[in-house]
């Protein structure tokens, strides 16, 4: 498991699965805005990648998020669109309804830059978001992403076009922090 101050990004456990299709994918709102795609229900058992994960598929690798202290789950996270040519990788993720706001996404996105800078040597990681979310946007910019442009009217979201948002950061800019992880 990758540890951070507060949070753990451990492998996907069977029982994480129908806790994540509930709490995250079902939200039709949360998934829409999160997941820049269409929204359609995802069957209890369904072998959807964002839930079932491929440990084979060098692409992309999905965590699940927990609290350290209890080990409670509260979220997805992925390095995704991994490039070890180039060297870059997308980062997302996706915490609980009831985890959000409490610090927990600044943590997972400075674990998550560990994880592509220092456990897999990449040299450039970024996100995508939509330019309302201000959630994503502080967690990304306090871990040191900077705004490199904007997408405009790129993502259609439950009946209109906004805005998305390119962030990123290079290893050489990246100031992990002190503790060892
Ligand atoms: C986006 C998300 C991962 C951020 O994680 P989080 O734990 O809620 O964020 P944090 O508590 O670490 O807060 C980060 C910053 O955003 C601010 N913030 C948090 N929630 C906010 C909200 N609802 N509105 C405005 N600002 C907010 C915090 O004050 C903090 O700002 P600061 O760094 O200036 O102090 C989480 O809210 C989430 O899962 N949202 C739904 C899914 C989603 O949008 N995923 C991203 C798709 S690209």
Same mark, same amino acid.
């Given at each position: 498991m990758l540890r951070g101050r507060t949070i753990g990004l451990r492998a996907r456990h069977e029982e994480d699965i129908p806790v994540l299709r509930t709490e995250l994918y079902d939200d039709v709102v949360n998934a829409v805005r999160a997941e820049g795609g269409p929204w359609r229900p995802l069957t209890p058992g369904t072998k959807d990648p964002r839930l079932v994960v491929d440990d084979t598929a060098q692409g992309w690798v999905q965590f699940s998020v927990v609290e350290l202290e209890g080990g409670t789950l509260i979220g997805t996270a992925t390095l995704w669109d991994i490039d070890t040519h180039h060297r870059s990788a997308h980062i997302g993720l996706g915490l609980l309804p009831s985890a959000r706001g409490k610090g927990y996404g600044t943590d997972v996105v400075a674990t998550l830059c560990h994880?592509?800078?220092?456990? /897999? +040597? *990449? /040299?450039? *990681?970024?996100?995508?978001?939509? +330019? =309302? !979310?201000?959630?994503? %946007?502080? +967690?990304?910019?306090? !871990?040191?992403? $900077?705004? &490199?442009?904007? *997408? /405009? +009217?790129?993502?259609? $979201? *439950?009946?209109?076009? %906004? =805005? &998305?948002?390119? %962030?990123? %950061?290079?290893? &050489? @800019?990246?100031?992990?922090?002190? @503790?060892? /992880?």
């Amino acid at each position: 498991m990758l540890r951070g101050r507060t949070i753990g990004l451990r492998a996907r456990h069977e029982e994480d699965i129908p806790v994540l299709r509930t709490e995250l994918y079902d939200d039709v709102v949360n998934a829409v805005r999160a997941e820049g795609g269409p929204w359609r229900p995802l069957t209890p058992g369904t072998k959807d990648p964002r839930l079932v994960v491929d440990d084979t598929a060098q692409g992309w690798v999905q965590f699940s998020v927990v609290e350290l202290e209890g080990g409670t789950l509260i979220g997805t996270a992925t390095l995704w669109d991994i490039d070890t040519h180039h060297r870059s990788a997308h980062i997302g993720l996706g915490l609980l309804p009831s985890a959000r706001g409490k610090g927990y996404g600044t943590d997972v996105v400075a674990t998550l830059c560990h994880y592509g800078f220092v456990v /897999r +040597s *990449l /040299r450039r *990681l970024q996100v995508e978001t939509l +330019s =309302d !979310n201000t959630a994503m %946007l502080r +967690s990304a910019e306090r !871990n040191g992403f $900077v705004r &490199e442009g904007v *997408l /405009r +009217s790129s993502a259609w $979201v *439950l009946g209109e076009f %906004l =805005d &998305e948002v390119v %962030l990123g %950061l290079l290893v &050489e @800019e990246w100031k992990a922090e002190p @503790e060892s /992880r």
